[in-house]
């Protein structure tokens, strides 16, 4: 598609549940970032795809966050047993890989804002 | 881990006033970009510096990379309602493809 693409956009959801949250890249990137933003903070690395699998997990808060990528394109971040403090925006990004191209393509979605009540 | 201070975390300015914030760090960067986020969105890149001492200009927007490789500066010029948002400084780990943010500067501006 022509940008990121997240869904859904707002999530609420009671404490101790699951949720999963979808992200779409753009077309042909192979690189694939989530973030976590919090009330009046600057986005927070969670983890990051190059293809298929996981490079670097180790912005993950803890063993209920997990994303997968089982095509290389679609991701879906999934969080377990969801508590309140798990409130804020998931971001996510894609990139293409490789040189300095990578940085000014490096496109953000619009996020999902998830609230645990 | 590494930590981007931004400053000031604030402003208000009359429209047409130029604009400066700044960014500093305890750690080296490779490269430093400049991002700003509207409610509701995504950040949008700016400006990206790919070498100390840097200059790089886009439009009204002026972005520097520290000679130091720890802090960068954005000025803006004769600010418009459009500037209105938050700006977000951003580092780049040699090696790693992730991001580390500042904590943002939220702009606003009185017509």
């Known amino acids: 598609g022509a940008g990121v693409s997240q869904t859904p956009s707002n999530k609420v959801t009671e404490k101790g549940k699951y949720v999963e949250l979808r992200c779409d890249p753009i077309s042909g990137h192979t690189a694939l970032y989530w973030y976590r933003q919090s009330l009046g903070q600057g986005p927070e690395f969670l983890i990051y795809?190059?293809?298929?699998?996981?490079?670097?997990d180790s912005g993950l808060p803890n063993d209920r966050f997990f994303a997968v990528r089982p095509e290389g394109s679609v991701s879906t971040l999934k969080i377990q047993r969801t508590e309140r403090g798990d409130s804020a925006v998931y971001l996510c990004a894609s990139s293409l890989v490789g040189g300095d191209a990578w940085l000014s393509g490096y496109t953000f979605g619009s996020g999902t804002r998830l609230t645990v009540v | 881990g590494q930590q981007l201070n931004q400053s000031p975390q604030s402003m208000f300015i009359q429209e047409g006033e130029d604009v400066s914030m700044n960014c500093t760090s305890s750690?080296?960067?490779?490269?430093w970009l400049w991002y700003k986020q509207d409610p509701g969105e995504g950040p949008v890149l700016l400006i990206a510096?790919?070498?100390?001492?840097e200059l790089t200009s886009n439009g009204r927007l002026t972005a520097q990379f520290g000679i130091t490789r720890k802090d960068s500066f954005l000025n803006i010029s004769a600010s418009i309602p459009s500037d209105v948002g938050i700006y977000f400084c951003a580092g780049v780990i040699q090696g790693a493809q992730k991001l580390v943010f500042g904590q943002g500067t939220r702009l606003t501006i009185n017509p």
């Open positions: 750690s080296i960067f490779n490269t």
């Open positions: 510096l790919y070498k100390a001492g």
């Open positions: 795809f190059q293809g298929t699998g996981a490079a670097d």
